[in-house]
């Protein structure tokens, strides 16, 4: 299939956004559902084709005289010029991991349009209000989504940064009504809002001094392929420049990353993600499980071999990532939400692939030298890829239990195992994958990720491993506490089930791809350099990620199979460090101080009275002196003739008297 | 006896002084009208008698006077259909009181 | 004299002037008559707009690079040498598109005008004359008349047909504005008396930035007195005040023009007049105004914040993106000064959108306080979905006009490598986000959440007229959006001589 075929790819979800948002509402519901899948899966066909004939093509578009994949550029029409080289394009540029996040954006946007037929339907099959609408929303998503990773420049990539955020802000507060919605809906948009704001300085910054967008000649070398000397040529146009003593490069790398960091729910700028999962749940296991939350991750790999000369920038991104990955794991063996419990581990699935490209420098920087690999980048993008594969599963699992029950609480679900046994072995492979149990996806990409961090130092390696199973841990902490525990309390009219085809179908694809995912020869796809890469299994640390891996399964076996006090005990013995992690350690109500009491209450407000009774109360104090000035004239005026009679009499008086005495004098 | 001009004058300018007074202290329209008028007249007998006195063969001085007389008369008349007026539209002809065209 | 009426552009007056006569003849039961004049009006601007877009690229593409095209002149009062002289470049033709667009819109949003629809309609297209007649002048005389008869219309239009507080804002409008014509008026008439260097003196602006003999001394003087002349219709901080209370009264149709064009008046005219024919003082004086108007972008923001009337939020909300404009003006590049007109033309269509969207729910629910409404998408779903749109356009989304115009505007204006203006950059950049929390803020306020008004639940949603005026505000702010480049091509070149003229005072980093 011709690689320009990926225009289709774009234009497609495009147009169905347009034709669904505006001719929806005089259509069927159903219809409008069938026609955004039919829709989204003639657009998965053609990413595949496009993906499959870039990675395994042999034409001379894609692979170089040297061996090396390209990155092509299909399409790169001018769209905005601001001066003579500035000139933002809006193009479709495929390369390794361009090409694979076609097929994951597409492949779980697909799951998602099926699943959605039922989801957003109720129990008769009865699609809900505003279903139109949901389609026209999930399509502007997945056209965003597509433009992001497909974009050949910078600029283009902070385009649809904000569109994916808009389209996220859009499909979180889909359920208008609800002020949670809603509440969720504005602070998502506005924290990423401020973190986009960082990433239009970085971008600014980086422009002013090499003055260009286009990756092309930021990071491609002529072969087309990420490119060292490039890169060097672009970190060196800004002459050395510095600013507080650091270098103006590692400044605007810095701020590039706070913009995903943003976007990919790094700490602190995390807190909107628990808050998203107010949305549908579909939209949760599409936009903030597997594709938009990992923007951040794609941004940070496209401008790698820059992070990877700015080595501040570069230590910062790994300190960040560490932290994140360990905050939110945990916090997220304390939550009840069963969504809120997958959003810290979807947040702490992203800091490991964040960390694992920051780990990665530490070999790649030396490449040249010391003959380094860029593992790290591998096994971030190969995590990317079955990640977004697991937790899409996760997710979509939980909406089937959720549209089962009712209730995102888990304390409401409980031994359901024997009702839903399909969403319930989903579930299972969905947590042995994310656990990285062989041989599930997991398993293969964070074992390489760990690799890389060993590589970098025995800390990073054994922190992450730490993580890996405190992940392990909360993922069957929550398996067990909905499927098992105690036995199920029926609280609605009809006992949960399994739910119709359209939602189950997805749930046993994405599973089956989460077993199988692991075995993709990423290592030869998706490298920093084009260049496949050698690496062989190191089973000192797969072996004893695996074991901490079980040791944390059989901690959540031990507490949570079988209802027992242990749990209760364990948390009073803890209260305040049980409190503080089930209150995510209190970030939110910070975030509320700082925007309520500090931003609102002492400077809108004030600003506000200042504009209102010093700016225009000297406006209005000049009016009303020009007034009472005037008021105090017009008593001369006062319209009384016989006042002016008298006046006058005494004028003429006084002038007789002056003349009487000029006369006498 | 001999009538001087200033037997004239005093009558006539204690006249006027009567008119200016009357004319700034009543609050009656009328009043002011008759105190206007009182005014007019000392004038005109001041027109009268100066004629006679300063140029004694020359009427130009009488005329006028008649002049003023007809003119005050219809002046009176306007100001008296004002006054009715006003005293119609306000059941008033107290100055102090008619101040709608003030301002 | 007759040669005149061969130049289209003098048919930018002649048509409202037209349909002033047409309206003239109508009487106020006549409706449908009145209707149809002024929509003729509309649409024949509309038409002619388009048409001179055309003759302009047309001219371009010919090669014509002279710095106006359509250039005639016709002496209207010899004795001071003022002329009716006329010509456009790319900022005036897509002033005038803006313009032509806005009253087209405003005519369909005041439908139903009532009470004296005549005399509304009389004035609303006096005040398009006015617009339309700046735009096409480059007589320094001739363009402040226009200015006036552009200004006054709206003490009328605010104090008839206004809202709420209305004597006291079309009075503080007008004087305000009448306050700053008086500094402008003199800074016009210093620069005609300093116009030429061997006693010519001119009034026309060309030939005025060809002498180059204003003295520097002298252009201290002038430049504060014409900028800030023009700057406070351009709602500079801090003599903004009376644009929030003047949005506040007026009704729908006039803020729109108001805000959509009128406020254009003000950047233009700083652009046109005070830079382009004082370039030392603009550079020597640019940082008083930077501040200022830097400080009006944030402040502007901020202020909207708190805000509950939806007009005073917008209103709020033009101080901060006006401010932008004349901010990018300042930035003495050809990018930054390229943004700032697409930030007139985006603002002007997107403001005009938003109080076009709220006259509508104010007709419907007779309050503007976002305290008492709520979940309107669920009883007026075509003005919620237009509400959010204009939203979206305002904070800044990509594939609507704001973006295009903010990042033009950041870029250009980050091409100046001094601190000072780095920093009032970053400073102005940021109010993206504040931008973001207002304008989220009354949408959820406004349009999501539950109802709160019981009595609203029986409102209806758009007519067809009102369909009419938003969806064609809409469709531009897309296109504008989508397609920037196109616009970018028509303005950028028309920056070149003001940039050329500014180069010997300003060292313009990065071209």
């Known amino acids: 299939m011709p690689l320009s075929y990926t225009i289709a790819v774009i234009a497609i979800p495009l147009f169905m956004f347009l034709f669904l948002g505006l001719a929806g509402v005089k259509m069927s519901r159903k219809l409008t559902g069938v026609l955004g899948v039919i829709a989204m899966a003639v657009t998965t066909i053609i990413a595949y084709g496009v993906a499959l004939t870039y990675f395994f093509g042999t034409g001379q578009d894609q692979v170089g005289a040297d061996g090396v994949r390209q990155a092509v550029t299909v399409f790169n029409p001018a769209w905005l010029s601001f001066t003579d080289t500035m000139v933002v394009r809006m193009g479709i540029l495929l390369d390794p991991i361009a090409a694979m996040m076609l097929i994951v954006v597409c492949t779980v946007s697909f799951m998602v349009h099926l699943y959605s037929l039922g989801y957003m339907s109720d129990h008769d099959g009865n699609a809900e209000q505003g279903f139109q609408r949901y389609y026209a929303y999930l399509a502007l998503f997945t056209f965003s989504m597509l433009g992001l990773v497909v974009a050949t420049n910078l600029f283009q990539i902070f385009v649809f940064f904000e569109m994916v955020g808009v389209s996220s802000y859009l499909l979180i507060g889909f359920y208008y009504s609800s002020p949670a919605a809603n509440h969720a809906s504005k602070k998502a948009f506005i924290v990423t809002r401020l973190a986009d704001l960082f990433f239009l300085l970085g971008i600014m910054i980086l422009s002013y001094y090499t003055q260009t967008f286009d990756f092309s000649q930021l990071v491609f070398g002529a072969n087309g392929a990420n490119d060292m000397a490039v890169a060097q040529s672009a970190i060196a146009s800004a002459g050395g420049a510095t600013f507080l003593g650091c270098s103006v490069m590692a400044w605007a790398l810095t701020f590039i990353f706070i913009g995903g960091a943003g976007k990919s729910a790094m700490y602190p700028l995390h807190i909107w993600l628990p808050d998203a999962m107010e949305g549908p749940t579909p939209v949760s296991a599409l936009i903030h499980a597997a594709t938009m939350v990992v923007a951040g991750v794609f941004l940070v790999a496209r401008l790698f071999p820059l992070y990877v000369l700015e080595q501040g920038a570069m230590e910062i991104i790994c300190v960040v990532g560490a932290f994140t990955a360990f905050y939110a794991a945990a916090i997220a063996c304390v939550q009840s939400d069963i969504k809120r419990a997958l959003a810290f581990s979807t947040i702490s699935q992203i800091a490991f692939m964040m960390t694992s490209l920051a780990v990665s420098s530490s070999n790649s920087a030396m490449i040249e030298i010391h003959g380094g690999t860029g593992l790290g980048y591998m096994a971030s993008m190969f995590h990317l890829f079955t990640h977004a594969m697991f937790k899409a599963l996760l997710f979509l699992c939980a909406g089937a239990i959720i549209h089962a029950v009712h209730s995102n609480e888990n304390d409401k679900m409980h031994g359901l195992h024997k009702f839903m046994p399909i969403t319930s072995i989903a579930f299972l492979i969905g947590c042995l994958a994310i656990a990285g149990i062989p041989p599930f996806a997991g398993f293969w990409s964070k074992d390489e990720i760990l690799v890389a961090a060993y590589h970098k130092g025995f800390f990073w390696g054994l922190w992450m491993s730490m993580v890996a199973g405190m992940t392990a841990f909360h993922m069957f902490r929550i398996y067990f506490l909905i499927f098992f525990w105690k036995k199920h309390e029926i609280h609605t009219h009809h006992a949960p089930k399994d739910q119709p085809w359209t939602m189950t179908l997805p749930l046993i694809i994405l599973a089956t791809i989460s077993i199988v995912a692991g075995f993709v020869p990423a290592h030869d796809l998706v490298t920093w350099n084009g260049k496949a890469l050698e690496t062989q299994l190191d089973w000192t640390v797969a072996g004893s990620s695996v074991l901490i891996a079980l040791i944390g399964i059989a901690l959540a076996y031990k507490l949570y199979y079988k209802e027992n006090d242990l749990p209760e005990r364990m948390k009073n013995g803890a209260l305040g460090l049980w409190t503080a992690a089930y209150h995510r350690f209190y970030m939110d109500e910070l975030y509320q101080f700082i925007t309520h009491k500090v931003i609102f209450q002492g400077i809108c407000v004030p600003i506000a009275w200042f504009d209102r009774h010093i700016i225009d109360g000297f406006f209005n104090m000049l009016a009303s002196a020009t007034g009472s000035a005037s008021f105090a004239i017009r008593r001369l005026q006062s319209g009384s003739i016989q006042g002016y009679v008298y006046v006058y009499l005494l004028g003429v008086l006084l002038l007789a008297a002056v003349t009487m005495l000029c006369v006498l004098i | 006896m001999n009538l001087t001009l200033l037997m004239y004058l005093i009558p006539s300018l204690i006249m006027f002084g009567c008119g200016v007074y009357g004319f700034i202290t009543r609050k009656n329209m009328i009043a002011i009208m008759i105190s206007l008028e009182l005014m007019l007249n000392s004038v005109d007998i001041n027109f009268v008698v100066f004629n006679r006195y300063l140029f004694p063969g020359q009427m130009d001085g009488m005329f006028f006077t008649l002049f003023a007389i007809a003119i005050a008369a219809a002046e009176t008349a306007l100001a008296l259909a004002i006054v009715i007026n006003v005293y119609r539209a306000a059941k008033n002809v107290d100055i102090e009181q008619i101040r709608k065209l003030k301002f | 004299m007759m040669e005149i009426f061969n130049n289209p552009l003098i048919y930018f007056v002649i048509i409202p002037l037209l349909t002033l006569l047409g309206l003239a003849f109508c009487n106020n039961r006549g409706m449908r008559a009145i209707r149809a004049v002024a929509v003729t009006g509309a649409v024949a601007l509309v038409a002619l707009a388009i048409y001179l877009v055309c003759l302009f690229l047309q001219a371009r593409a010919a090669g014509d690079t002279s710095e106006m095209i359509l250039q005639s002149k016709v002496m209207w009062y010899a004795p001071f040498n003022i002329e009716l002289a006329l010509g456009v470049d790319g900022v005036s033709v897509v002033m005038i598109l803006l313009s032509a667009f806005i009253v087209f819109a405003g005519v369909f949003a005041s439908w139903k005008m009532n009470p004296l629809p005549k005399q509304f309609f009389l004035w609303f297209f006096l005040l398009s004359t006015g617009v339309f007649g700046f735009f ?339 469709v531009s702010v897309a296109i504008i959006g989508c397609f920037p480049n196109f616009f970018v091509n028509i303005i950028s070149d028309s920056f070149l001589p003001v940039v050329n003229a500014l180069k010997d005072y300003f060292p313009v980093a990065g071209m």
């Open chain 3, 136 to 474: 096409i002048s480059i007589d320094l005389f001739t363009m402040f008349m226009f200015y006036e008869v552009a200004l006054i219309p709206m003490y009328l239009l605010i104090g008839v047909w206004g809202s709420g507080n209305k004597n006291y804002s079309a009075m503080k409008l007008t004087l305000m504005l009448m306050g700053s014509s008086a500094f402008l008026m003199l800074g016009l008439i210093g620069i005609y008396f300093h116009s030429s260097a061997d006693g010519n003196l001119t009034m026309n602006i060309l030939e005025i930035a060809h002498n180059d003999a204003i003295p520097h001394q002298w252009q201290l003087y002038l430049f504060p007195l014409t900028f800030v002349g023009f700057g406070v219709l351009g709602a500079m901080f801090p003599f903004h005040t009376w644009s929030p209370d003047g949005h506040a009264s007026a009704p729908t149709a006039v803020s729109m023009l108001h805000a959509g064009v009128l406020m254009k008046l003000g950047g233009y005219g700083c652009f046109r007049i005070a830079i382009y024919l004082m370039p030392f003082a603009a550079s020597e004086l640019a940082w008083i105004f930077l501040t200022l108007t830097g400080i009006s972008i944030v402040y502007g923001a901020f202020s909207a914040c708190v805000q509950t009337d939806l007009k005073y939020i917008n209103a709020y909300s033009s101080v901060s993106h006006c401010g932008m404009v004349l901010f990018a003006i300042l930035m003495f590049n050809t990018t930054a000064m390229t943004g700032a007109v697409l930030q007139m033309l985006s603002h002007g269509l997107m403001t005009a959108l938003f109080f076009a969207l709220i006259g509508m729910i104010y007709g419907r629910t007779h309050t503007r306080d976002i305290r008492d409404m709520g979940g309107m998408m669920h009883i007026m779903p075509y003005l919620g979905v237009g509400y959010v749109i204009a939203g979206l356009a305002s904070l800044g989304l990509p594939g609507l006009s704001g973006f295009a115009a903010e990042m033009t505007i950041f870029f250009g204006s980050f091409e100046n490598a001094d601190v000072f203006r780095r920093v009032l950059t970053i400073m102005g950049a940021s109010s993206i986000v504040i931008t973001a929390v207002y304008i989220l803020r009354v949408v959820a306020k406004l349009l999501f959440g539950e109802v709160q008004d019981e009595h609203h639940r029986t409102l209806t949603d758009a007519s067809w007229d009102e369909r009419l005026s938003t969806a064609t505000l809409i």
